[in-house]
């Protein structure tokens, strides 16, 4: 809220003469998977601790177009301050929720779940990953202290994947270790270490199946990469158990709302 009331405040809202109290209606303008209200709800009270913020439907519901998701009650110029900021949380959250599902969605069947990424917007982390959940997906990491994540930069700089995850076993202080893999070589060079994670990344659907095969027994499996509505279904189909995808946090669609007074 600060950056937009900063340093003047809001002087649009200033020129009102009339602040007596109001009721708003907040309208879902598309479908969607609705996630964020108590978000929105906490902006409006940022402006004013007495504005009363109703929910109507909760987080994680499917919502059609012309659905009222929240009415507000409270002074003129309070709810005005806090309108664009409350529906951007809507509409971060429930786009986020909504692409997830869809994700989901296409995989349904298989024994398989759809996970996030860290390609998120800084500072809203947590935001992103609670539309993920709200859309049945899984979240991976938040930061890099939750796990041994060791990717393809670290081989490149390192040259020697195997060394790379003997010593991650030996100071894995019991944190989990991921280990990213863009071949079958690759995978053949650490497969006999202990382990918990092989991360498949941008392989092909025929050897993504292979690798499958080879892993599947010792360790989890996750294939990330190129993946999108059109082609998550058959890397689903190979057996792999977690997919991982950054679309669903830095590209979803914003979830358009409306505030009517």
């Not at 600060?2 to 809001?10: C, Q, V």
């Not at 409270?74 to 809507?90: D, M, Y």
């Amino acid at each position: 809220m600060s950056e937009d009331l900063k340093p003047s405040g809001d002087i649009t809202t200033k020129l009102l003469n009339n602040n007596n109290k109001i009721m708003a209606k907040i309208i879902a303008k598309q479908n969607c998977i609705i996630g964020g209200l108590n978000f929105a709800k906490e902006a409006f009270k940022y402006s004013d601790k007495k504005t009363i913020f109703k929910i109507k439907i909760k987080d994680g519901k499917k919502v059609k177009k012309g659905k009222i998701v929240a009415v507000v009650f409270g002074k003129a110029t309070a709810i005005l301050k806090s309108e664009r900021v409350a529906l951007n949380f809507l509409s971060l959250v429930s786009g986020v929720a909504t692409i997830t599902k869809k994700f989901v969605d296409k995989t349904k069947g298989k024994s398989c779940k759809i996970c996030c990424t860290r390609k998120t917007i800084p500072n809203l982390r947590s935001l992103q990953k609670y539309g993920v959940k709200l859309g049945g997906g899984l979240n991976h990491r938040f930061n890099l202290s939750d796990e041994i994540l060791i990717k393809d930069n670290h081989i490149a700089i390192e040259k020697d994947i195997r060394g790379l995850v003997e010593r991650a076993i030996k100071n894995k202080k019991g944190k989990k270790i991921t280990v990213e893999v863009d071949s079958l070589n690759q995978l053949r060079k650490i497969i006999d270490l202990k382990f918990d994670r092989i991360l498949f990344d941008n392989m092909s659907l025929k050897n993504l199946k292979k690798g499958v095969l080879l892993a599947n027994k010792l360790y989890a499996t996750e294939a990330s990469g190129g993946i999108t509505l059109k082609n998550v279904r058959r890397v689903a189909s190979t057996g792999v158990k977690r997919i991982s995808v950054g679309h669903i946090t830095h590209s979803a669609p914003a979830v358009n709302f409306n505030l009517e007074i």
